[in-house]
Protein backbone atom coordinates (compact mmCIF):
# COMPACT_ATOMS: atom_id res chain seq x y z
CA UNK A 1 0.00 0.00 0.00
CA UNK A 2 2.75 2.33 0.81
CA UNK A 3 4.17 1.79 -2.97
CA UNK A 4 1.15 2.69 -3.99
CA UNK A 5 0.64 5.41 -2.22
CA UNK A 6 4.57 6.95 -3.42
CA UNK A 7 4.28 6.15 -7.01
CA UNK A 8 1.07 7.93 -7.19
CA UNK A 9 -1.14 7.04 -9.76
CA UNK A 10 0.94 4.36 -11.48
CA UNK A 11 0.12 1.38 -9.74
CA UNK A 12 2.32 -2.12 -10.25
CA UNK A 13 0.58 -5.25 -10.06
CA UNK A 14 2.43 -8.44 -9.73
CA UNK A 15 1.32 -11.45 -11.90
CA UNK A 16 3.00 -14.67 -12.92
CA UNK A 17 4.81 -15.15 -15.92
CA UNK A 18 6.36 -17.84 -17.75
CA UNK A 19 8.44 -20.46 -16.41
CA UNK A 20 7.31 -19.17 -12.48
CA UNK A 21 8.69 -15.62 -12.89
CA UNK A 22 6.95 -12.66 -11.42
CA UNK A 23 6.29 -9.96 -13.21
CA UNK A 24 5.06 -6.05 -12.17
CA UNK A 25 2.09 -4.60 -14.62
CA UNK A 26 1.82 -1.18 -14.36
CA UNK A 27 -2.34 -0.06 -13.78
CA UNK A 28 -3.91 2.96 -12.99
CA UNK A 29 -4.39 4.33 -9.53
CA UNK A 30 -8.22 2.98 -8.14
CA UNK A 31 -11.25 5.47 -7.50
CA UNK A 32 -10.38 4.02 -3.56
CA UNK A 33 -6.66 4.98 -3.65
CA UNK A 34 -7.34 8.26 -5.16
CA UNK A 35 -10.02 8.78 -2.27
CA UNK A 36 -7.58 8.18 0.41
CA UNK A 37 -4.76 10.19 -1.15
CA UNK A 38 -7.27 13.07 -1.76
CA UNK A 39 -7.97 13.28 1.87
CA UNK A 40 -4.78 13.27 3.20
CA UNK A 41 -3.77 15.87 1.44
CA UNK A 42 -6.52 17.78 2.79
CA UNK A 43 -5.49 16.78 5.96
CA UNK A 44 -1.78 18.51 4.46
CA UNK A 45 -3.34 21.42 4.32
CA UNK A 46 -5.30 22.24 6.87
CA UNK A 47 -2.43 21.37 9.11
CA UNK A 48 0.10 23.87 7.14
CA UNK A 49 -2.61 26.24 6.90
CA UNK A 50 -2.64 26.09 11.06
CA UNK A 51 0.79 26.61 11.33
CA UNK A 52 0.90 29.41 9.37
CA UNK A 53 -1.71 31.42 11.52
CA UNK A 54 0.40 30.21 14.71
CA UNK A 55 3.94 31.65 12.95
CA UNK A 56 2.21 34.93 12.31
CA UNK A 57 0.85 34.74 15.70
CA UNK A 58 4.17 34.27 16.99
CA UNK A 59 5.80 36.61 14.65
CA UNK A 60 3.89 39.93 16.17
CA UNK A 61 5.50 38.98 19.58
CA UNK A 62 8.95 37.81 18.12
CA UNK A 63 8.68 41.67 16.38
CA UNK A 64 7.82 43.34 19.40
CA UNK A 65 10.25 41.63 21.76
CA UNK A 66 12.67 42.68 18.78
CA UNK A 67 11.74 46.13 19.04
CA UNK A 68 12.42 46.72 22.31
CA UNK A 69 15.45 44.74 22.76
CA UNK A 70 17.15 46.61 19.89
CA UNK A 71 17.48 50.33 21.96
CA UNK A 72 18.49 47.88 24.77
CA UNK A 73 21.38 46.81 22.44
CA UNK A 74 22.46 50.12 21.07
CA UNK A 75 25.45 50.81 23.51
CA UNK A 76 27.05 47.47 22.12
CA UNK A 77 28.03 49.70 18.94
CA UNK A 78 29.86 52.15 20.46
CA UNK A 79 32.03 49.48 21.92
CA UNK A 80 31.93 46.36 19.52
CA UNK A 81 31.12 48.37 16.38
CA UNK A 82 28.23 47.50 13.50
CA UNK A 83 27.51 44.25 12.66
CA UNK A 84 28.37 43.38 9.08
CA UNK A 85 27.11 41.21 6.30
CA UNK A 86 28.80 37.64 5.43
CA UNK A 87 27.56 38.11 1.62
CA UNK A 88 30.94 39.36 0.11
CA UNK A 89 32.77 39.09 3.38
CA UNK A 90 36.34 38.76 3.22
CA UNK A 91 37.00 37.79 7.25
CA UNK A 92 40.45 39.95 6.90
CA UNK A 93 39.24 41.51 10.52
CA UNK A 94 38.75 38.39 12.18
CA UNK A 95 42.36 37.89 14.61
CA UNK A 96 44.30 35.20 14.61
CA UNK A 97 42.09 32.71 16.83
CA UNK A 98 38.38 32.83 16.75
CA UNK A 99 35.15 31.54 18.46
CA UNK A 100 32.58 30.85 15.71
CA UNK A 101 28.99 31.30 17.87
CA UNK A 102 25.96 29.79 14.95
CA UNK A 103 22.36 30.59 15.88
CA UNK A 104 19.69 28.53 14.54
CA UNK A 105 16.52 26.92 15.43
CA UNK A 106 15.50 23.16 17.38
CA UNK A 107 12.54 23.31 14.56
CA UNK A 108 12.54 23.05 10.97
CA UNK A 109 10.20 23.46 8.53
CA UNK A 110 11.19 27.28 8.13
CA UNK A 111 12.65 27.60 4.71
CA UNK A 112 16.47 27.98 4.33
CA UNK A 113 16.91 29.62 7.58
CA UNK A 114 19.55 26.91 9.18
CA UNK A 115 20.82 25.94 5.83
CA UNK A 116 22.30 29.81 5.47
CA UNK A 117 23.37 29.75 8.95
CA UNK A 118 25.39 27.17 8.15
CA UNK A 119 27.07 27.57 5.20
CA UNK A 120 28.02 30.71 6.30
CA UNK A 121 29.76 29.24 8.68
CA UNK A 122 31.72 26.50 6.63
CA UNK A 123 32.09 30.02 4.56
CA UNK A 124 33.90 31.52 7.26
CA UNK A 125 36.03 28.35 8.31
CA UNK A 126 37.08 28.03 4.63
CA UNK A 127 38.28 31.72 4.75
CA UNK A 128 39.70 31.41 7.90
CA UNK A 129 41.77 28.16 7.11
CA UNK A 130 42.74 29.77 3.94
CA UNK A 131 44.28 32.58 6.29
CA UNK A 132 46.18 30.27 8.15
CA UNK A 133 44.43 31.08 11.17
CA UNK A 134 42.18 29.29 14.07
CA UNK A 135 38.73 28.87 14.40
CA UNK A 136 36.36 26.72 16.73
CA UNK A 137 32.10 26.79 16.46
CA UNK A 138 30.21 26.76 18.84
CA UNK A 139 26.47 26.14 17.58
CA UNK A 140 22.83 27.21 19.53
CA UNK A 141 20.40 25.14 18.09
CA UNK A 142 19.75 21.36 16.91
CA UNK A 143 19.25 21.96 13.10
CA UNK A 144 22.48 23.92 12.84
CA UNK A 145 24.69 21.27 15.10
CA UNK A 146 23.28 18.25 12.81
CA UNK A 147 24.13 19.92 9.63
CA UNK A 148 27.14 21.34 10.58
CA UNK A 149 28.41 17.80 12.56
CA UNK A 150 28.25 16.67 9.54
CA UNK A 151 30.20 19.11 7.68
CA UNK A 152 33.04 20.49 10.17
CA UNK A 153 32.67 17.76 13.14
CA UNK A 154 36.04 18.76 13.88
CA UNK A 155 35.44 22.33 14.41
CA UNK A 156 32.19 22.31 16.85
CA UNK A 157 33.61 22.37 20.63
CA UNK A 158 30.38 22.88 22.33
CA UNK A 159 26.49 22.66 21.37
CA UNK A 160 23.46 23.79 22.86
CA UNK A 161 19.94 22.81 21.95
CA UNK A 162 16.19 22.50 23.49
CA UNK A 163 16.93 26.72 24.01
CA UNK A 164 13.18 27.74 25.47
CA UNK A 165 11.29 30.05 23.23
CA UNK A 166 10.36 32.82 23.34
CA UNK A 167 13.62 34.41 24.37
CA UNK A 168 14.81 36.26 27.56
CA UNK A 169 17.88 38.03 28.84
CA UNK A 170 18.04 35.43 31.48
CA UNK A 171 18.09 32.57 29.13
CA UNK A 172 20.74 34.53 27.21
CA UNK A 173 22.73 34.63 30.41
CA UNK A 174 22.89 30.96 30.29
CA UNK A 175 23.56 30.25 26.40
CA UNK A 176 26.65 33.35 27.67
CA UNK A 177 27.78 31.35 30.66
CA UNK A 178 28.45 27.89 28.50
CA UNK A 179 29.95 29.92 25.86
CA UNK A 180 32.42 31.27 28.42
CA UNK A 181 32.52 27.46 30.44
CA UNK A 182 33.80 26.52 26.78
CA UNK A 183 36.78 29.21 26.51
CA UNK A 184 35.44 32.33 24.79
CA UNK A 185 37.91 34.55 27.26
CA UNK A 186 40.91 32.21 26.23
CA UNK A 187 40.19 33.51 22.30
CA UNK A 188 41.12 36.38 20.21
CA UNK A 189 37.42 37.28 19.30
CA UNK A 190 34.22 35.75 19.61
CA UNK A 191 32.28 36.13 15.98
CA UNK A 192 28.34 35.62 16.48
CA UNK A 193 26.40 34.52 13.17
CA UNK A 194 23.01 35.12 13.00
CA UNK A 195 19.88 35.47 11.10
CA UNK A 196 18.55 39.37 11.13
CA UNK A 197 15.05 40.21 10.20
CA UNK A 198 14.52 42.42 7.39
CA UNK A 199 10.47 42.22 6.94
CA UNK A 200 8.12 39.15 6.56
CA UNK A 201 9.44 38.10 3.46
CA UNK A 202 13.85 39.16 3.65
CA UNK A 203 15.83 38.38 6.13
CA UNK A 204 19.71 38.33 5.82
CA UNK A 205 22.55 36.64 7.02
CA UNK A 206 25.09 38.57 9.72
CA UNK A 207 27.91 38.53 12.07
CA UNK A 208 29.08 41.00 14.94
CA UNK A 209 32.93 40.28 15.78
CA UNK A 210 33.08 40.58 20.16
CA UNK A 211 36.52 41.61 21.34
CA UNK A 212 37.97 40.74 24.48
CA UNK A 213 39.08 43.42 26.90
CA UNK A 214 42.62 42.95 26.66
CA UNK A 215 45.75 45.28 26.05
CA UNK A 216 48.39 47.51 27.67
CA UNK A 217 49.89 50.73 26.98
CA UNK A 218 48.58 52.58 23.64
CA UNK A 219 46.02 49.13 23.42
CA UNK A 220 44.58 49.41 26.94
CA UNK A 221 40.59 49.18 26.03
CA UNK A 222 38.73 52.08 26.96
CA UNK A 223 41.19 54.46 27.51
CA UNK A 224 38.76 57.70 27.16
CA UNK A 225 36.70 55.90 30.02
CA UNK A 226 37.66 56.86 34.03
CA UNK A 227 37.27 53.53 36.19
CA UNK A 228 36.47 53.18 40.21
CA UNK A 229 37.99 50.75 41.51
CA UNK A 230 39.97 47.49 39.95
CA UNK A 231 39.73 48.06 36.36
CA UNK A 232 41.00 44.75 35.13
CA UNK A 233 37.96 42.72 37.08
CA UNK A 234 35.27 45.79 35.82
CA UNK A 235 36.64 44.96 32.45
CA UNK A 236 36.47 41.39 32.57
CA UNK A 237 32.20 42.00 34.14
CA UNK A 238 31.87 44.22 30.88
CA UNK A 239 32.99 41.98 29.05
CA UNK A 240 30.71 39.05 30.18
CA UNK A 241 27.57 41.64 29.81
CA UNK A 242 28.51 42.99 26.46
CA UNK A 243 28.74 39.44 25.35
CA UNK A 244 25.31 38.57 27.38
CA UNK A 245 23.78 41.37 25.35
CA UNK A 246 24.42 40.26 21.70
CA UNK A 247 23.65 36.71 22.67
CA UNK A 248 19.80 38.15 23.39
CA UNK A 249 20.02 40.54 20.56
CA UNK A 250 21.18 37.70 17.99
CA UNK A 251 18.46 35.47 19.33
CA UNK A 252 15.75 37.61 19.54
CA UNK A 253 16.72 38.50 15.91
CA UNK A 254 16.91 34.94 14.70
CA UNK A 255 13.78 34.16 15.86
CA UNK A 256 12.49 36.81 13.98
CA UNK A 257 13.59 35.62 11.21
CA UNK A 258 12.46 31.93 11.88
CA UNK A 259 8.83 32.84 12.66
CA UNK A 260 8.98 34.78 9.08
CA UNK A 261 10.65 32.04 6.90
CA UNK A 262 8.52 29.66 8.69
CA UNK A 263 5.22 31.31 8.11
CA UNK A 264 6.69 31.80 4.10
CA UNK A 265 6.79 28.07 3.90
CA UNK A 266 3.89 26.95 5.56
CA UNK A 267 1.83 29.60 3.15
CA UNK A 268 3.54 27.64 -0.15
CA UNK A 269 3.17 24.23 1.33
CA UNK A 270 -0.79 25.41 1.66
CA UNK A 271 -0.70 26.72 -1.84
CA UNK A 272 1.06 23.63 -3.16
CA UNK A 273 -1.62 21.08 -1.30
CA UNK A 274 -3.88 22.98 -2.95
CA UNK A 275 -2.96 22.44 -6.60
CA UNK A 276 -2.74 18.58 -5.40
CA UNK A 277 -6.49 18.71 -4.31
CA UNK A 278 -7.36 19.83 -7.44
CA UNK A 279 -5.12 17.65 -9.63
CA UNK A 280 -6.63 14.74 -7.64
CA UNK A 281 -10.11 15.42 -7.32
CA UNK A 282 -10.19 15.53 -10.84
CA UNK A 283 -8.46 12.29 -11.46
CA UNK A 284 -10.67 10.88 -8.83
CA UNK A 285 -13.85 11.97 -11.01
CA UNK A 286 -12.70 10.43 -14.03
CA UNK A 287 -11.95 7.58 -12.39
CA UNK A 288 -15.78 7.75 -11.00
CA UNK A 289 -17.16 8.41 -14.30
CA UNK A 290 -15.29 5.59 -15.71
CA UNK A 291 -16.25 2.87 -13.19
CA UNK A 292 -20.52 4.35 -13.57
CA UNK A 293 -19.68 4.60 -17.23
CA UNK A 294 -18.47 1.01 -17.25
CA UNK A 295 -21.37 -0.42 -15.25
CA UNK A 296 -24.17 1.59 -17.45
CA UNK A 297 -22.49 -1.12 -20.60
CA UNK A 298 -22.36 -3.63 -18.27
CA UNK A 299 -26.25 -3.24 -17.31
CA UNK A 300 -27.22 -2.07 -20.96
CA UNK A 301 -25.30 -5.01 -22.16
CA UNK A 302 -26.80 -7.80 -19.68
CA UNK A 303 -30.06 -6.27 -20.33
CA UNK A 304 -29.88 -7.01 -24.32
CA UNK A 305 -28.28 -10.33 -23.87
CA UNK A 306 -31.81 -11.39 -21.97
CA UNK A 307 -33.93 -9.99 -24.31
CA UNK A 308 -31.78 -11.68 -27.02
Known sequence: MALRYALGNVVPRAVSGSFGQTVLIRGMATEKQLAMKLASTQNIRKITSSMKMVSAAKLKGDENRLKVARPFNAWTTAIGGEAKLIEDATFDELPQRSLIVAFSSDKGLCGGVNSFISRSVRNI???????????????VGDKGRAQLSRAIPEKITRSCTEVVSPGTFALSSAVAAELLDAGAKDYDAVVIVYNTYVNAGVYKQMYKVVLPFKGEGETEPLMEYEFEGGKAEMLDDLYEYLLTS????SYLDGACSEQASRMAAMENATKNAGEMIDALRLKYNRARQTRITTELIEIISGAAALEG
Open 246 to 249: EVYY
Open 125 to 139: VQKVDDQSKECDVAV
